[in-house]
């Protein structure tokens, strides 16, 4: 299967099957060989694959979402990316490992939780990065001790690593979806103004990061063959949030709720259920938990719901049927911005193919007849 690694339509949950789930290390390895990485940077193939298998293993195999197989999914699209003319002409042997590293370490030992709940219940983690970006933070620091611990970059100068270290926060935090306005403004004023230049590093990595941003979120992108296995895994991974929220008495984080939510209303803002007596419970749980009320649900709150449906914001989640409920949800909201601006940097086949992928996804979820909600 590794021959079509650099197709759009690459079947990776097959692919996990074939390896005996040890799709990771399989992809990653060989796609340091293939980009000539092992060579250049002369890394032991015996070290390289040892981090391999350690970063693997810190994924956690009991999140439906969030685990090894994501992160192979993310790595075989930043491939792709790599591939693109606009990025395979430009950036550095240092900027493609990088890329790699990044995306296979960008989730790394993920509780299947988000930064609400973990800010909720006073997680250590919450505590230690001051609420802000804990998850990606997180990511980053295990990122880099298993880099440390594998020794895999001991021959380079200390100075490269640090910097190399450094370089892969930056791209880890970007991954961030609450910070992704501010990411995509950047971005947008560069392609407005016609001015970003590959020769520059500072707007190279800058492209970096939205690749990573890309590839991180590309789910609805793909085909709806793929596309609609990591929506059900997304749904079953927050329901299973709502359920441990309700186990402990705690207000059901928007979303989160498997009886007045689904996967239908997560990707595209559809209401599928009907029991809205349980979810306007829910919703009031949720108003006394953050002492909101109505006044406070304006614009920014409603971004912030919307923000919240990849991963996680610090701020309050406000209640859907207030308003805030978006036309459509992750899909209009999140991906769409950030590939619209991808396709102006990036003008491919490729990127015109994952538009078109995305509005008939999206089209399927909103048309309840186009698909079949099946529990996750
Ligand atoms: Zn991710």
């Known amino acids: 299967m590794l021959d079509k690694v650099d197709s759009w339509d690459f079947d990776i949950f097959m692919f996990d099957r074939a390896t005996n789930g040890n799709g990771l290390v399989t992809l990653t390895f060989h796609l340091f060989l293939q980009l000539g990485l092992t060579r250049l940077f002369r890394l032991d193939p015996i070290k390289l694959r040892s981090f391999l298998v350690m970063v693997q293993a810190d994924y956690?195999?009991?999140?439906?979402?969030?685990?090894?197989l994501h992160a192979t999914d993310v790595?075989?699209?930043?491939?792709?990316?790599?591939?693109?003319?606009?990025?395979a002409t430009t950036l550095s042997s240092c900027d493609m490992l990088l890329a790699l590293v990044a995306a296979v370490t960008h989730d790394l030992d993920h509780p299947g939780v988000n930064q609400g709940f973990l800010v909720r219940t006073g997680h250590h983690l919450a505590a230690l990065y001051k609420n802000s970006s804990v998850l990606e933070s997180h990511h980053w620091r295990c990122a880099v001790s298993l880099l440390r611990e594998s020794g895999l970059l001991d021959h380079l100068p200390i100075t490269d690593r640090l910097n190399l270290e450094e370089r892969l926060g930056s791209l880890i935090l970007a991954t961030d979806i609450s910070q992704q306005n501010r990411y995509l403004a950047r971005f947008r004023?560069?392609?407005?103004?016609?001015?970003l230049s590959m020769a520059d590093p500072s707007h190279r990595h800058l492209v970096l990061q939205i690749t990573m941003k890309c590839a991180d979120i590309c789910n609805p992108c793909r085909v709806w063959r793929l596309s609609s296995q990591w929506s059900s895994r997304v749904t079953a991974e927050f329901f299973h949030q709502g359920d441990v929220e309700k186990k402990h008495g705690m207000a059901v984080s928007p979303l989160c709720d498997r009886l007045s939510d689904s996967t239908a209303h997560i990707q595209a803002g559809m209401h599928t259920h009907t029991n809205t007596q349980t979810h306007k419970q829910t919703n009031k749980q949720t108003l006394n938990s953050h002492t909101l009320n109505s006044h406070t649900l304006n614009s920014h709150t409603l971004n912030s719901h919307i923000l919240f449906l990849h991963k996680h914001t610090s701020s309050p989640p406000p209640l859907p049927e207030l308003q805030c409920c978006p036309p459509s949800g992750f899909i209009r909201h999140v991906v769409e911005?950030?590939?619209r601006e991808w396709c102006r940097f990036s003008c491919t086949s490729l990127s015109h193919r994952?538009?078109?992928h995305l509005q008939t996804n999206l089209d399927r979820w909103t048309d309840p007849s186009q698909h079949p909600e099946t529990p996750p």
């Open 189 to 195: 004023e560069h392609l407005d103004r016609e001015d």
């Open 60 to 68: 956690h195999q009991r999140n439906p979402y969030h685990n090894s």
């Open 337 to 339: 911005p950030l590939f």
């Open 75 to 87: 790595t075989q699209a930043m491939y792709c990316f790599l591939r693109q003319p606009k990025l």
């Open 354 to 356: 994952m538009l078109a």
